[in-house]
């Protein structure tokens, strides 16, 4: 079984340049997570969606990201102008919720560098 | 919402087990204990769950204490391949995950 694939795995930009990540969920996998992970800290929560629906976007900092999950399968991520601060690894998991239980899978993640 | 601590770094030499600790003192009872890890440059993978019972599976043992305020993750025989990052988190299907800083494990030979 395929596992969470994201693309691009990495890119270089210069600041106030647009920039998208795409992530294509395991199969089957109805919810579906943006993360960012700053370099020696746990993945934080930008974005969750339940098929196509946002449940969870506190987190997303809506001036410049944006993001979408059209029919509930791939999903985009974007920043609208890129800022240094904005370099980081952006991760993408996918999940079957049964019940309670939720096991998330991680992509490998698109590792962003803002010059 | 749980939070949970964990010690930032540890050591443990090849072949021995490794006990990596975690306390979630204000995990809810509906609340999994999640334990995943993350290797260098790579996404972080999933270990093990549970909610009230010890579990094993074929990469570890979850030991998690009667009032569920604190668990052990056990790598039964740790080998440089787990080497990593490791990440305990209390999670629902409906709850915000939370992932802290984890633990740092250093396997040496």
């Known amino acids: 079984e395929a596992g969470v694939v994201q693309s691009p795995r990495y890119k270089i930009i210069e600041k106030k340049q647009p920039v998208a990540f795409w992530c294509n969920p395991i199969?089957?996998?109805?919810?579906l997570y943006w993360y960012l992970q700053n370099l020696g800290q746990g993945p934080e929560l930008l974005i969750r969606?339940?098929?196509?629906?946002?449940?969870?976007d506190s987190q997303l900092p809506k001036d410049r990201f944006s993001a979408e999950r059209l029919k509930g399968v791939d999903s985009t991520l974007k920043i609208q102008p890129a800022e240094l601060g904005d370099s980081a690894v952006y991760l993408c998991?996918?999940?079957?919720?049964?019940?309670?239980?939720?096991?998330?899978?991680f992509g490998p993640g698109t590792r962003l560098l803002v010059l | 919402d749980a939070k949970t601590t964990q010690p930032p770094s540890m050591d443990c030499a090849e072949g021995r087990a490794a006990n990596l600790p975690c306390n979630h003192s204000?995990?809810?009872?509906?609340?999994?204990v999640y334990w995943y890890r993350q290797i260098h440059s790579q996404g972080p993978q999933y270990i093990i769950h549970?909610?009230?019972n010890n579990e094993t599976n074929e990469m570890a043992s979850l030991i998690i204490t009667e009032d569920r305020k604190s668990s052990t993750l056990i790598l039964p025989h740790a080998t440089l391949r787990d080497t990593a990052v490791y990440y305990c988190?209390?999670?629902?299907?409906?709850?915000?995950?939370?992932f802290g800083p984890g633990t740092s494990l250093s396997v040496i030979p």
């Open positions: 204000t995990i809810s009872g509906n609340e999994y």
């Open positions: 998991a996918s999940s079957l919720a049964r019940g309670r239980e939720e096991t998330q899978y």
């Open positions: 988190i209390g999670q629902t299907s409906y709850d915000k995950v939370i």
């Open positions: 549970g909610l009230k």
């Open positions: 969606y339940e098929n196509e629906e946002a449940v969870d």
């Open positions: 199969s089957g996998h109805n919810t």
